[in-house]
């Protein structure tokens, strides 16, 4: 996590903020005071509504106007939200700034000043999951959006979810948060790590849990240290405690638990050097199976300032013991099989059927790519069987290298056999053996399309290598029955530059979606040349909601009046309305208002009447630009 000071403490603020005219409110985020703007009309309303919905819910609940919150990492930030859901009386005896743990949501409404966006959607979402607040609703008026910002980790919100103004909108109930305080200050510190960290319900994270689990682990727990006993028993919140002395004796002491291993590692890049050489003597005892193990952790370190030491001592264990290896090879984080089969290339000297296994084998497709390089490396003698083993291999890019490779094998006629693979980079590394052995792919497209089974791969590399003359082919070829074939025509004629308007405008019918995609993206170059009323029509309510968002993405394309008047009818929609709000808001054609003055006084009035029905849907500021640049008033 990004460590953010200030020169300016809390305190000289709070003095600051105490000396404020009551008019003005201040807040303390990320080091730096900032000017909330004062409430309007709007907001008020929003908030007297919320209140009256808590109330109705939740009647033993207050939700507080404005209060004084503690907020971000180790309560050095300060804000004052617009409304804070709380127990009753709960903040009574608090002092001016109260602590965050009985809050249960903060509520904020956008203004429409120049700092909303820094505040409102990336410095407070930060501040309130680091005071663990439960859940955050940010209602945004400029957006017209309603986003909930819920389960924090300490870090950051782990969940959020976006619904638009007019459609329902589920919140996370306040009481089932994870943070209850309890009755023993002690108590409630340890058992907040438990429910607050992204483990869930486990006093640390499992030993192969991810890297950024650990490092979550270790800054939540020195972020709220004074929330904790000054000796904890626990070895996981001992190993992570804020005092350093308090961290070496936890590492000094009987025997660390070899499940927390990872804090170790965390401890090995210290900022404290005796903490550091504790951990650097721990981990020099444990075995090169055990450090394989959270080499994630490991690595994720490495980059830290002393995090080098542990990188180094891993890759000395790995070296010096083979038996060790396999296990980085097949580590469960991709990042440890990347660093391990790249140390494997440069010094373990593996066989060329271990990198083949890893090419086949491995999910990551960047370590697929370079265990099949490292297997066909040039200049070393490679097994006939190892080769046809990655020429058929199921990932496309090991195919790529495999083909590629033929040439230096001295076997790139065999390329011949990928010219109608299913992936155009392996067809694009075939062509292109095909060509350094003396021949030309095209006559093998053509010919393969003279048999009415060809498959879509020969159609699509026809279009790769072909020419204008092959334009008919490829056109008959949009009457194959079978999708596929289709829409590698249509990918073909955009690649020839043939593509036919009235052949191709009929396939947006097309039965198939990956046809009706294809066709929309082939049409749209052309679509200055397409009838605007056949576009409306298929705009109109109706049709599905896929054909009438294609229908209003052509006409987007096209320009003039008519998408933005076919947008502001589907504002409301709820299939299409994200679509058509989004060109609406970027309908900003030069000569807009000579468009709207060509109109006929009766069809300006309709114009003006659909901007005032769509006005719900949009911002304030979107329907204020529209009239603006339109000339037209409010009706």
């Known amino acids: 996590m990004d460590e953010r000071t200030s020169h300016m403490r809390v305190e000289d603020f709070e003095e600051i903020a105490s000396r404020a005219p009551e008019t003005v409110t201040l807040e303390f985020l990320d080091g730096r005071i900032t000017e909330k703007a004062a409430p309007d009309g709007n907001r008020s309303t929003i908030l007297a509504w919320l209140t009256r919905r808590f109330l109705r819910a939740r009647p033993e609940l207050w ?23 709380t127990p009753a009386k709960s903040l009574v005896e608090q002092g001016p700034w109260a602590d965050p743990d009985s809050v249960l949501l903060v509520a904020e409404v956008t203004s429409y000043d120049a700092d909303t966006d820094k505040q409102d959607r990336v410095e407070k979402p930060r501040a309130y999951a680091e005071a663990l607040i439960p859940v955050y609703l940010l209602i945004d008026r400029d957006a017209g959006e309603v986003i909930v910002h819920s389960e924090p980790d300490g870090v950051r919100t782990s969940a959020w979810r976006v619904s638009r103004s007019g459609r329902t909108s589920s919140c996370p109930t306040p009481s089932a948060s994870p943070w209850k305080p309890s009755s023993s200050r002690n108590g409630r510190a340890e058992g907040a790590y438990a429910a607050g960290m992204p483990h869930r319900g486990s006093p640390h994270p499992a030993p192969e849990a991810p890297a950024r689990e650990w490092v979550a682990h270790d800054e939540a727990v020195r972020r709220d240290t004074y929330r904790l006993p000054a000796r904890p028993e626990d070895p996981a919140l001992a190993l992570c405690h804020g005092n350093g002395r308090v961290r070496e004796a936890a590492l000094r002491g009987p025997g660390v638990p070899r499940a927390l291993l990872p804090l170790v590692v965390v401890r090995c890049a210290d900022w404290a050097g005796p903490v550091r050489e504790a951990a650097r003597e721990v981990l020099d005892r444990s075995g090169a199976g055990e450090l394989a193990a959270v080499a994630h952790v490991v690595l994720r370190l490495a980059g830290r300032r002393h995090g080098g030491y542990a990188a180094e001592l891993l890759a000395a264990r790995l070296d010096e013991d083979p038996g060790v290896r396999e296990a980085a090879l097949r580590h469960s984080a991709r990042e440890v099989r990347r660093w391990a089969w790249r140390r494997a290339e440069e010094r373990w000297g593996l066989p060329t059927e271990r990198f083949a296994e890893g090419a086949l084998r491995d999910p990551d497709v960047l370590v697929q790519v370079r265990c099949a390089e490292a297997a066909l490396r040039a200049g070393a003698p490679v097994p006939p069987d190892v080769l046809d083993r990655l020429l058929t291999a199921r990932g496309a890019r090991v195919r790529a290298v495999a083909v590629t490779a033929l040439r230096r094998h001295g076997e790139p006629g065999r390329a011949r056999g990928w010219l109608d693979d299913r992936s155009s980079h392996v067809r694009a590394c075939a062509q292109w053996a095909v060509r350094q052995a003396g021949e030309d792919p095209l006559p093998h497209y053509r010919e393969a399309l003279e048999h009415p089974a060809a498959p879509p791969s020969a159609v699509a590399g026809l279009g790769e290598c072909g020419g204008a003359e092959d334009v008919p082919v490829v056109l008959a070829c949009l009457d194959d029955p079978r999708p596929a074939v289709r829409g590698a025509a249509v990918g073909a004629l955009r690649a020839l530059g043939g593509v036919s308007v009235a052949r191709v405008l009929p396939l947006l019918d097309d039965p198939s979606p990956g046809v009706v995609r294809r066709a929309v993206e082939a ?101 204020r630009y529209l009239r603006w640049i339109t000339g037209l008033r409010d009706a």
């Open 63 to 85: 939700l507080q106007s404005a209060p004084r919150v503690k907020v971000g990492g180790l309560r050095r930030a300060r804000a004052r939200p617009d409304g804070a859901l």
């Open 523 to 623: 049409l749209l170059p052309e679509a200055g040349s397409l009838p605007e009323a056949v576009l409306v029509a298929r705009a109109a309510p109706g049709r599905e909601p896929r054909a009438r968002r294609y229908a209003l993405r052509l006409l987007d394309a096209r320009g003039g009046l008519a998408p933005l008047r076919v947008a502001l009818r589907q504002a409301h929609d709820p299939d299409t309305g994200p679509h058509a709000r989004t060109v609406v808001r970027r309908w900003t054609p030069r000569d807009a208002g000579a468009l709207v003055a060509a109109l006929p006084p009766s069809e300006r009035a309709a114009l003006n009447a659909e901007i005032t029905r769509a006005g719900p849907a949009l911002t304030p500021y979107t329907v």
